[in-house]
Protein backbone atom coordinates (compact mmCIF):
# COMPACT_ATOMS: atom_id res chain seq x y z
CA UNK A 1 0.00 0.00 0.00
CA UNK A 2 0.96 3.85 -0.37
CA UNK A 3 3.31 4.86 2.36
CA UNK A 4 3.40 8.48 4.06
CA UNK A 5 3.63 11.21 2.04
CA UNK A 6 4.59 14.91 2.02
CA UNK A 7 4.19 17.63 0.02
CA UNK A 8 5.87 19.73 -1.63
CA UNK A 9 9.14 18.32 -1.51
CA UNK A 10 10.95 21.21 -1.60
CA UNK A 11 9.75 24.63 -0.41
CA UNK A 12 11.76 27.99 -0.78
CA UNK A 13 10.45 31.23 0.51
CA UNK A 14 11.51 34.55 2.05
CA UNK A 15 12.04 35.42 5.57
CA UNK A 16 8.82 36.08 6.69
CA UNK A 17 6.92 34.58 5.03
CA UNK A 18 4.29 32.03 6.24
CA UNK A 19 4.51 28.49 5.22
CA UNK A 20 2.36 25.11 5.21
CA UNK A 21 3.65 21.88 5.04
CA UNK A 22 1.63 18.54 4.38
CA UNK A 23 1.57 15.12 5.47
CA UNK A 24 -0.63 12.25 4.86
CA UNK A 25 -0.17 9.62 6.71
CA UNK A 26 -0.08 5.43 5.84
CA UNK A 27 -4.34 4.61 6.29
CA UNK A 28 -5.56 3.36 9.92
CA UNK A 29 -2.58 4.95 11.08
CA UNK A 30 -3.69 6.50 14.41
CA UNK A 31 -0.38 8.17 15.87
CA UNK A 32 1.52 10.75 13.56
CA UNK A 33 4.75 12.58 14.23
CA UNK A 34 6.44 15.63 12.98
CA UNK A 35 10.10 15.96 13.04
CA UNK A 36 12.77 18.98 11.74
CA UNK A 37 15.94 17.19 10.60
CA UNK A 38 18.85 19.71 9.92
CA UNK A 39 22.03 18.75 8.29
CA UNK A 40 24.53 16.56 10.07
CA UNK A 41 21.41 15.89 12.67
CA UNK A 42 19.15 13.09 13.94
CA UNK A 43 15.56 14.13 13.29
CA UNK A 44 14.30 16.27 15.94
CA UNK A 45 10.95 15.76 17.40
CA UNK A 46 8.26 18.41 17.10
CA UNK A 47 5.14 17.27 17.67
CA UNK A 48 2.93 14.38 18.16
CA UNK A 49 -0.44 13.78 17.03
CA UNK A 50 -2.78 10.13 18.78
CA UNK A 51 -5.79 10.82 16.59
CA UNK A 52 -6.81 14.73 16.09
CA UNK A 53 -5.09 15.83 19.24
CA UNK A 54 -1.56 16.79 20.23
CA UNK A 55 -0.75 15.04 22.31
CA UNK A 56 2.68 16.16 22.74
CA UNK A 57 3.85 19.57 21.19
CA UNK A 58 6.72 19.66 23.40
CA UNK A 59 9.14 20.03 20.52
CA UNK A 60 8.22 22.71 18.57
CA UNK A 61 10.14 25.73 19.49
CA UNK A 62 7.70 28.85 19.69
CA UNK A 63 4.42 30.41 19.03
CA UNK A 64 5.44 30.46 15.41
CA UNK A 65 5.20 26.58 15.17
CA UNK A 66 1.32 25.67 15.06
CA UNK A 67 0.25 21.35 13.36
CA UNK A 68 -3.31 20.53 13.05
CA UNK A 69 -4.75 17.15 12.04
CA UNK A 70 -8.42 18.05 11.77
CA UNK A 71 -9.70 14.82 10.67
CA UNK A 72 -7.36 12.36 12.71
CA UNK A 73 -5.59 11.90 8.76
CA UNK A 74 -4.13 14.52 6.92
CA UNK A 75 -1.45 16.76 9.46
CA UNK A 76 -0.50 20.17 8.40
CA UNK A 77 2.77 21.91 10.33
CA UNK A 78 2.26 25.80 9.56
CA UNK A 79 4.96 27.94 9.92
CA UNK A 80 4.58 32.13 10.12
CA UNK A 81 7.12 34.54 10.06
CA UNK A 82 9.49 32.25 8.79
CA UNK A 83 13.27 32.87 9.74
CA UNK A 84 16.66 31.59 8.29
CA UNK A 85 17.04 29.29 11.16
CA UNK A 86 14.20 27.20 10.03
CA UNK A 87 15.58 25.99 7.11
CA UNK A 88 15.91 22.38 7.32
CA UNK A 89 13.92 19.31 6.32
CA UNK A 90 10.76 18.68 7.89
CA UNK A 91 10.09 15.06 7.92
CA UNK A 92 6.43 13.20 9.00
CA UNK A 93 5.84 9.69 10.39
CA UNK A 94 2.67 7.47 11.59
CA UNK A 95 2.74 4.67 12.95
CA UNK A 96 -0.25 1.94 13.61
CA UNK A 97 -0.86 2.98 17.48
CA UNK A 98 1.18 4.16 20.36
CA UNK A 99 2.53 1.62 23.11
CA UNK A 100 1.85 -1.59 21.27
CA UNK A 101 4.18 -4.19 19.47
CA UNK A 102 3.22 -2.98 16.04
CA UNK A 103 4.68 0.40 17.00
CA UNK A 104 6.97 0.98 14.00
CA UNK A 105 7.24 4.39 12.58
CA UNK A 106 7.21 4.94 8.70
CA UNK A 107 8.64 8.01 7.72
CA UNK A 108 7.68 10.16 4.75
CA UNK A 109 10.32 11.97 2.41
CA UNK A 110 10.27 14.82 4.15
CA UNK A 111 9.68 18.61 2.77
CA UNK A 112 13.31 20.71 2.56
CA UNK A 113 12.35 24.37 3.90
CA UNK A 114 14.76 26.58 2.55
CA UNK A 115 14.15 30.84 4.13
CA UNK A 116 16.14 32.96 2.24
CA UNK B 1 17.25 14.11 29.68
CA UNK B 2 17.82 10.51 26.83
CA UNK B 3 20.58 11.48 25.42
CA UNK B 4 22.10 9.30 22.71
CA UNK B 5 25.30 8.87 20.92
CA UNK B 6 26.46 7.12 17.96
CA UNK B 7 29.61 5.76 17.34
CA UNK B 8 31.35 6.28 14.70
CA UNK B 9 30.09 9.46 12.33
CA UNK B 10 31.48 8.03 9.65
CA UNK B 11 33.05 4.89 8.66
CA UNK B 12 34.09 3.76 4.95
CA UNK B 13 34.71 0.18 4.32
CA UNK B 14 35.65 -2.11 1.04
CA UNK B 15 32.85 -4.86 0.11
CA UNK B 16 32.17 -7.74 2.18
CA UNK B 17 32.95 -6.68 5.29
CA UNK B 18 31.43 -7.58 8.45
CA UNK B 19 30.25 -3.79 10.47
CA UNK B 20 29.27 -3.17 13.94
CA UNK B 21 27.44 0.58 14.36
CA UNK B 22 27.32 1.41 17.95
CA UNK B 23 24.27 3.18 19.53
CA UNK B 24 24.39 4.33 23.44
CA UNK B 25 21.89 5.89 25.65
CA UNK B 26 22.00 7.68 28.55
CA UNK B 27 18.51 6.28 30.34
CA UNK B 28 17.92 2.65 30.42
CA UNK B 29 14.38 2.66 31.37
CA UNK B 30 13.51 2.40 27.43
CA UNK B 31 10.41 0.90 26.01
CA UNK B 32 11.83 -0.05 22.74
CA UNK B 33 14.87 1.40 20.22
CA UNK B 34 14.34 1.45 16.89
CA UNK B 35 17.41 1.56 13.48
CA UNK B 36 16.65 3.46 10.25
CA UNK B 37 18.34 3.77 7.34
CA UNK B 38 18.20 7.16 5.54
CA UNK B 39 19.28 7.58 1.94
CA UNK B 40 20.80 11.13 0.73
CA UNK B 41 17.75 13.02 0.60
CA UNK B 42 15.11 10.64 1.62
CA UNK B 43 13.22 9.90 4.53
CA UNK B 44 14.38 7.06 6.71
CA UNK B 45 13.39 4.08 6.50
CA UNK B 46 12.85 0.94 9.64
CA UNK B 47 15.27 -1.57 9.85
CA UNK B 48 14.75 -3.46 13.16
CA UNK B 49 12.40 -2.54 16.62
CA UNK B 50 13.33 -4.09 19.84
CA UNK B 51 11.29 -4.29 22.43
CA UNK B 52 12.76 -3.54 25.72
CA UNK B 53 12.58 -7.22 26.92
CA UNK B 54 14.14 -8.53 23.77
CA UNK B 55 17.70 -8.78 23.42
CA UNK B 56 18.18 -9.02 19.59
CA UNK B 57 16.63 -8.80 16.56
CA UNK B 58 17.51 -9.80 13.31
CA UNK B 59 16.48 -9.07 9.63
CA UNK B 60 18.49 -10.61 6.59
CA UNK B 61 22.19 -9.23 6.86
CA UNK B 62 21.34 -7.11 9.61
CA UNK B 63 21.40 -7.83 13.56
CA UNK B 64 20.50 -5.54 16.10
CA UNK B 65 21.00 -6.41 20.09
CA UNK B 66 19.90 -4.53 22.95
CA UNK B 67 21.64 -4.37 26.40
CA UNK B 68 19.22 -1.97 28.35
CA UNK B 69 21.77 -2.30 31.39
CA UNK B 70 24.67 -0.80 29.89
CA UNK B 71 22.84 1.54 27.72
CA UNK B 72 24.02 0.19 24.51
CA UNK B 73 22.71 -1.75 20.95
CA UNK B 74 24.60 -2.78 17.95
CA UNK B 75 23.99 -3.10 14.33
CA UNK B 76 25.64 -5.59 12.96
CA UNK B 77 26.02 -6.12 9.22
CA UNK B 78 27.34 -8.98 7.60
CA UNK B 79 28.89 -9.19 4.15
CA UNK B 80 28.63 -5.14 3.63
CA UNK B 81 27.22 -4.24 0.07
CA UNK B 82 27.72 -0.33 -1.71
CA UNK B 83 23.71 -0.41 -1.48
CA UNK B 84 24.23 -0.67 2.17
CA UNK B 85 26.07 3.02 1.74
CA UNK B 86 23.89 5.44 4.10
CA UNK B 87 23.22 7.07 6.93
CA UNK B 88 22.18 4.42 10.08
CA UNK B 89 20.26 6.40 13.14
CA UNK B 90 19.02 4.75 16.41
CA UNK B 91 16.07 6.45 18.08
CA UNK B 92 14.69 5.49 21.61
CA UNK B 93 11.76 5.94 23.34
CA UNK B 94 11.77 5.81 26.65
CA UNK B 95 8.77 4.08 28.82
CA UNK B 96 6.25 5.17 31.08
CA UNK B 97 6.20 8.40 29.10
CA UNK B 98 4.76 9.91 25.89
CA UNK B 99 6.90 7.16 23.89
CA UNK B 100 8.66 10.52 22.07
CA UNK B 101 11.93 9.34 20.33
CA UNK B 102 15.11 10.47 20.88
CA UNK B 103 17.54 10.35 17.89
CA UNK B 104 21.52 10.31 17.30
CA UNK B 105 23.22 12.01 14.41
CA UNK B 106 24.43 8.78 12.90
CA UNK B 107 26.86 6.75 11.39
CA UNK B 108 27.08 7.67 7.90
CA UNK B 109 28.75 4.43 5.74
CA UNK B 110 30.04 4.51 2.62
CA UNK B 111 30.53 0.56 1.42
CA UNK B 112 33.22 1.23 -1.55
CA UNK B 113 33.45 -1.93 -4.18
Known amino acids: GAGVSQSPSNKVTEKGKYVELRCDPI?????LYWYRQSLGQGPEFLIY????????DSGLPNDRFFAVRPEGSVSTLKIQRTERGDSAVYLC??????????????FGPGTRLTVL | KQEVTQIPAALSVPEGENLVLNCSFTDSAIYNLQWFRQDPGKGLTSLLLIQSSQREQTSGRLNASLDKSSGRSTLYIAASQPGDSATYLCAVRLAGGSYIPTFGRGTSLIVHP
Open chain 1, 49 to 56: FQGTGAAD
Open chain 1, 93 to 106: ASSYQRGSLTDTQY
Open chain 1, 27 to 31: SGHTA
